[in-house]
């Protein structure tokens, strides 16, 4: 049997862990067509903890539903890329595609730029209401997702916030899915068009119960054929911390190891498929995140990283010695960065699992 788990950016995992129901209201808002709330949905959440699989599964069903998705990742000049597509969709659902010629490719935004006969030059609010009466007579409508908002200028993102706006205003069958870490979505909402925004549905992501990550290795391993104890389960369970993308490591090395061991798990090899998960998650996620912060909001993390548990503004300023203005700036700054997390009242912890671990490891190497 083949590996089931996909340890990969954006990757549709084996089972949604802990997300059973998040989507029903965005489900039945495409049965119900133009103005359902669920169509209106913003997905958040810190780095690696499944936002983009969120999208993908949203995307699956809407396609299920006989809706047009159009998935884009905020890059700059992400806003064209969706005219583009729009437009590719009205030359496969109207009477013949215009004459035009391709002028542009942006591999930053996978967006074409095209030239269209000045009888056809149109707006891209214009398009995208051709395109959905299209969609309308048929039945159906279109799905816009938009993945990781905090990479790009709102501007873009108002925009489209804006146009989709006036679609729905028209009566028009559209839905639009943000994904993001908390604080873009916070930055979002406080833009021009916030009054639209904060009536969108919020799915905010958190850790998936270890009792349900234990269920899921369960079920897979005894599907897979793979003998191992329910003490190692719950013991790989534990080491994901419920955190999505640790899941799916754990569980990738756990079947790896399995493999090489006609389809059993022991201590040793549940505990080398656990290293190798964290290793990994160091690589791609911890040391990614690091990699463009500067020196004080190292010192910031530094201090934290020294505590156990939740860390006080007062304990972070003590040792920055730092000012509370200070501490409050930098703490924001790693807020929006997704690296740490409010804790409760003047608290905040890591966002990332591993973090403390690595940077530990770091300062006393």
Known sequence: MQNPF??????????????????????YGLQQGSGAPGLLTIITGSRGIG????????????????????????????FAGIGDDMLGFVEELGDGPPARKITAFSAAGFGLTTQLPPE?????????????RLLDAKGTGLVITIDEIHAVDRTE???LAADVQHFIRDGLPIGLIFAGLPSAVSDLLNEGVATFLRRADRINLHEAAIAEVTASYSELFSDGGITVTPELINEAAEATEGYPFLIQLVGYYLWLEAGKASWKLD????????????????????ESALSDISDK????????????????AGQIGNMMKAKPNVVSKYRKRLIAAGLIESAG?????FAIPGLRQYLREIASA
């Open 345 to 349: 009242y003047g608290k905040v912890d």
């Open 297 to 312: 909001d190292r010192e910031f993390l530094d201090a934290m990283a020294v505590q156990e548990g939740p860390s006080a």
């Open 157 to 159: 993102i108002s925009q």
């Open 120 to 132: 056809r030059t149109a707006d891209w609010r214009r398009i995208g209401n051709e395109l959905l």
């Open 51 to 78: 936002k983009t699989v969120m999208l993908s599964a949203a995307e699956g069903i809407a396609r299920t539903h006989g809706w047009a998705v159009i998935s884009r990742t905020a890059n700059p000049g992400f």
């Open 6 to 27: 996909k340890p990969t950016a954006g990757a549709t995992p084996p089972v949604l862990i802990g997300r059973a129901g998040l989507l029903d209201e965005f489900e």
């Open 267 to 286: 201590e040793s090899s549940v505990h080398s498929a656990i290293t190798a998960a964290q290793r990994r998650n160091t690589l791609v996620v911890v």
